[in-house]
């Protein structure tokens, strides 16, 4: 249960829509069943009233979709943030994906969403923060940064061998159907042309030719989003064959904690991304094993 | 597993104004080092995109190495700088993967080190061919 009622997220969007300070509105719109919520745009207030849909189903998080939203319009677009997303928030204006001016972000807190089975997500069940780091106004009481045990999973991965490492990423990566959902979702994956729709790669489409295409992809896409991520776990949510797609960012995110100082994406606008930076001193590529396990 | 008269394809990133002309040195030198060092001239190791390293993989290369100026005497003053940490990464997430780590190494090389980069070039090709070919980033696709 969401501590904040829809009617609240409502009342407010109704008074904003009507007195003219935005013209698009952002929201979980209603679908066939309780679990079939589709991030939408409303309009006008009878649409908003009468489809938009906040409980715990509400898991989209709509950072990336400001991007596209905010260029079709000349007034403000009104986007609804639960804690997570206002760190993508911040993340893409620290790489000027849209104008600011032209969001009007309203935090509202989340008390954990659940999958279609009714389950609580693994984001949630491992929350990072109940802070919202980014909004103009709030709804409901702001939380804090929370201590959270997102790494445990990384940890115990470390701690195998790196046979049965390969053996556990390659039972999960031969799982991908490459449906790009895990991209399209994504809000560090903004690229207007991505290295993945090239038709001359020979890796565009579906229908994975071998294995080791999967995890290429899977590679390439995590270190594309390193330094970046904000860890808003979109990826494993939206993946149809459960992929915990998550642990992989959090490795690079361990890593960088690790390595190069304890870093959050997103946690202020303007940040530098530790992988765009660099120090006197930094780690060398031969020493990130030294006190691993060497024979692993 | 070691087959009789195996040896391992190693792909060899180096920087134009350090480990490239290292490697001249070394061939101007008469020093020995593998032939199966396949070198690719970047115009800084920073040039290396972490999806080149990946491709090698996939297009049958056992080993990749990549050789770049000593950190503080890069050409364009910061550029292996980014390698470093790019790399460290990259090489971290290939681990955590399941692929062997030995497979992958970064090595500064400066244009007076002939002879380091030789005695790299040696040991990088030794360590690979005990671990064998490289069946685990391999694409069959690419086989010839």
Redesign the interface.
């Known amino acids: 249960m969401q501590t904040v009622t829809r009617d609240a997220l409502i009342d407010r969007a109704v008074s904003l829509l009507s007195d003219g300070t935005v013209d698009t509105v952002l929201g979980w719109r209603k679908g066939l069943f309780d679990y079939d919520v589709t991030p939408s745009t409303f309009k006008t207030v009878e649409d908003l009233r009468e489809n938009l849909q906040w409980d715990d189903h509400c898991g989209a998080n709509f950072s990336k979709y400001l991007i596209a939203q905010t260029k079709k319009t000349e007034s403000k677009v009104l986007v609804f943030l639960k804690p997570c997303d206002t760190y993508s928030f911040n993340q893409l204006l620290t790489e000027h994906r849209f104008d600011r001016e032209k969001a009007y972000a309203i935090g509202i807190p989340c008390d954990g969403m659940v999958d279609a089975e009714g389950n609580m997500l693994e984001r949630c069940v491992n929350c990072k923060s109940k802070k919202h780091v980014a909004y103009d106004e709030l709804i409901g009481e702001d939380g804090e940064v929370l201590e959270s045990g997102r790494f445990d999973e990384v940890k115990w ?2 701690s195998l061998t ?9 039972d999960q990566l031969s799982k991908c159907i490459r449906c790009n959902a895990c991209r399209d979702v994504c809000p560090a994956c903004t690229c207007e042309k991505c ?1 993945f729709d090239n038709p001359k790669s020979g890796i565009e489409n579906k229908a994975p ?2 294995s ?2 999967e ?2 992809f899977h ?2 896409r ?2 594309h989003v ?1 330094g970046r991520c904000t860890d808003c776990g979109e990826c494993s949510r939206v993946c149809p064959q459960h992929i915990p797609l998550h642990l ?1 960012n959090r ?2 995110i361990s ?2 904690n690790k ?2 100082g304890e870093y959050q994406a997103g946690a202020e606008v303007g940040q530098r991304a ?7 001193g ?5 020493e ?2 030294d006190g691993g396990d060497v024979n ?1 | 597993m070691q087959v009789e008269g195996y040896k391992p394809l190693i792909v060899a990133f180096c920087c134009n104004w350090c480990s490239y002309a290292g490697a001249d040195l070394a061939g101007n030198n008469r020093l020995a080092y593998p032939a199966d060092v396949k070198i690719i001239r970047v115009p800084c190791s920073c040039r290396v995109n972490p999806m080149f390293v990946l491709r090698a993989f996939q297009r049958g290369a056992d080993g990749v190495i990549l050789c770049g100026c000593h950190p503080g005497d890069c050409h364009y003053t910061s550029g292996n700088f980014y390698t470093r940490r790019r790399m460290a990464m990259l090489f971290s997430m290939l681990d955590y993967l399941g692929i062997e780590r030995e497979r992958t190494r970064v090595e500064w090389v400066s244009a007076a080190e002939g002879a380091k980069f030789a005695a790299t070039m040696n040991d990088f090709a030794q360590t690979v061919a005990k671990l064998g070919e490289n069946k685990r980033l391999e694409d069959l696709r690419c086989k010839q």
């Open positions: 991965l470390e790196a046979d049965e490492r390969f053996k556990f990423w390659q290295v030719a071998s080791f295409e995890q290429n590679i390439i995590a270190f390193a992989l490795k690079h890593d960088i390595f190069y530790p992988l765009v930076n660099h120090a006197d930094d780690v060398e590529p031969y990130i094993f692993a």
